[in-house]
């Protein structure tokens, strides 16, 4: 028994050295030359030594040539690999391809105080591709490209094509647009210092409410961090240029609009550039191995706003004329229940009363304006408080907003309301009423709580229900309350998914999110919201979904998502 195997054991030594040995022959061999003859026609001197000392049998020895002529030929017929013709720069350190693409089902319903509605059920998709990573010497870049082209949204709706000209059939693709999300270079030479310009993702920490977590400002922005023992300060500012509007051009040129001054068409145009400045300071702290808090303080102010009368004529859409947020409803005017056609009384080029705006409240086009930022110096406090216990995660978060110059906001709202009423008949009648500023309508909060597996990170704007990051089985559920009166906050910067992107609305919004896989995502969300003051509209609500319902009594959205994150 132990001859028999010593024997198979040098057979299998024997084996494993003559193909290593012939497959190292033919690899070499085969790099000379293809068409040389095969070595294994060769009488191989290590088989006759073996077979004449009894350790092999003639068969045997035939056996093991033919497994290694075998072996031989297969290696040879396996094709060379070539080198990558991917290349990359030598001055990036990395690349990373991310993004999403999610699938929805959406049904938005917007109702007015006379009982009129708009029902909105549509599929919609949305994609998101980007590459990032780092440079060399603490320098890192991004790059993304997004479907939709408003800044607060990147749905696209199945089945819809703006194509011009006569119906081109089903099936359309013009609205299947591609924009850049996001392009941006950043340094981050030291641990506590990060500067960013570009398009960027929102250096701020804030929510929803004031905030589309759609939204990628433009400019630039600096974010200092500091850790002392379990709490970390940090401080984030941001420069970004709201709007490029910064031209100048002399009369006769055929630039400049002419309404609002006396030297007609031609009259020239000298305006700026609007910029929003961000400052904010906060605290982290790690209460507990499995409690932590967070909250800070921001400020926001505007510069280089200028109305669109006068000899400061700005184009459209006119962000230094007065906000107003009121409809082309008259309904608080009026003795009896009516209204009148249109939603915000848009009327390109042309002023909304006969001639020239008068008392410097109505906007050139745009007399219910429902964009201005003129008296916007709002103050924002986001926390929130998460607690980790027994594989769950439970946050308590939300935000507060005032704005301190909303009084004046207020005031000027009214004025302008009031101008508009005096110069515009409805039914042929002229209307003069006494409309009250609404003064104290300046702030705005947020409160809700979530729970969810405990292998996601949370915030107001992170976690399963925003698909920032999944794994397989983690679940999410959260509900929040929102309350946004008129003049408190910037109307075109919230999120336009909840109450429509309103002002003067409040209500509640509750998500519930599953991980079908690591990166697959299922969400459903719901929220309800009605108008909070019935003397005032609800301002800002010009986002291109459901905009000719101007004040929105009640309002509903229901969404289905399946989001798929890489």
């Known amino acids: 028994m132990r001859f028999k195997n010593a024997r198979w054991l040098a057979i299998q030594v024997v084996t494993i050295f003559l193909i290593a040995a ?137 089945g819809t094509s703006a194509s011009s000209g006569p119906y081109q059939g089903p099936f359309g693709r013009s609205n299947d647009g591609v924009d850049v999300g996001e392009i941006y270079f950043g340094w981050h030479p030291w641990s506590w210092l990060d500067i960013t310009i570009g398009r960027m993702d929102n250096p701020l920490y804030t929510t929803p409410m004031v905030w589309s977590p759609n939204i990628t400002p433009e400019g630039f922005a600096e974010r200092f961090k500091y850790t002392f023992g379990q709490a970390q300060f940090f401080a984030n500012f941001g420069q970004f240029l709201y709007a490029d509007l910064a031209d100048s051009a002399s009369p006769g040129l055929g630039v400049g609009l002419p309404f609002g001054s006396s030297s007609g068409p031609g009259a020239g145009q000298y305006t700026d550039n609007i910029f929003m400045f961000a400052w904010q300071g906060g605290l982290k702290y790690q209460i507990t191995p499995g409690l932590s808090a967070k909250v800070a303080a921001s400020v926001y102010n505007y510069v280089g706003l200028q ?24 309904y608080y005017a009026r003795s009896t229940s009516g209204l009148a056609p249109g939603y915000s009384g848009y009327n390109p080029r042309q002023p909304f009363f006969g001639g020239s705006p008068s008392g410097g409240y109505s906007s050139l086009s745009y007399p219910f304006n429902q964009v201005g930022l003129n008296d916007l110096e709002v103050l924002e406090f986001p926390f929130e408080l998460n607690y980790k216990f027994d594989g769950l995660d439970a946050h308590l978060f939300g935000d507060f907003a005032y704005n301190l110059l909303g009084a004046q906001r207020a005031q000027d709202a009214a004025n302008a309301y009031k101008t508009i009423l005096a110069n515009f008949a409805v039914d042929n009648q002229s209307i003069a009423t006494n409309f009250p500023a609404q003064t104290r309508d300046v702030k705005a909060y947020q409160i809700g709580i979530g729970i969810g597996s405990d292998d996601v990170v949370y915030g107001p704007s992170q976690g399963l229900v925003y698909a920032t990051s999944a794994h397989r089985h983690d679940w999410e559920i959260r509900a929040y309350w929102q309350h946004t009166e008129q003049y408190a906050l910037d109307p075109n910067l919230p999120d336009v998914d909840f109450f429509e992107g309103a002002q003067n609305m409040e209500g509640i919004y509750v998500a519930v999110a599953y991980g079908l896989t690591d990166n697959l995502i299922a969400t459903f969300r719901y929220g309800h919201a009605s108008r909070i003051n019935n003397l005032l509209g609800t301002g800002g609500s010009d986002t291109g979904d459901i905009p000719q319902i101007n004040p929105i009594k009640n309002y509903n959205i229901y969404q289905m998502d399946l989001t798929l994150q890489f």
């Open 307 to 330: 109305r669109s009368v006068g000899n400061t004529l700005a184009d459209s859409p006119y962000f230094g004329d007065p906000y107003v947020g009121e409809g082309a409803y008259y």
């Open 22 to 158: 012939m497959s190292a022959a033919t690899r070499g061999f085969c790099q000379d030359s293809t068409n040389a003859p095969a070595a294994s026609n060769a009488p191989d001197p290590l088989l006759d030594l073996l077979i004449q000392k009894g350790i092999l049998t003639q068969q045997e020895a035939e056996r093991v040539e033919a497994e290694a002529q075998s072996r031989r030929t297969n290696e040879t017929q396996i094709p060379q690999t070539q080198p990558s013709k991917w290349n990359i720069s030598k001055g990036i350190r990395n690349i990373e391809l991310f993004g999403n693409a999610r699938l929805r089902y959406e049904d938005r319903y917007a109702a007015d105080p006379a009982g009129n509605s708009i029902d909105l059920r549509r599929w919609r998709y949305a994609l998101q591709v980007g590459l990032r990573g780092d440079l060399f010497d603490q320098f890192y870049y991004g790059v993304r490209l997004d479907t939709g082209t408003s800044p607060r949204s990147d749905s696209v709706t199945f």
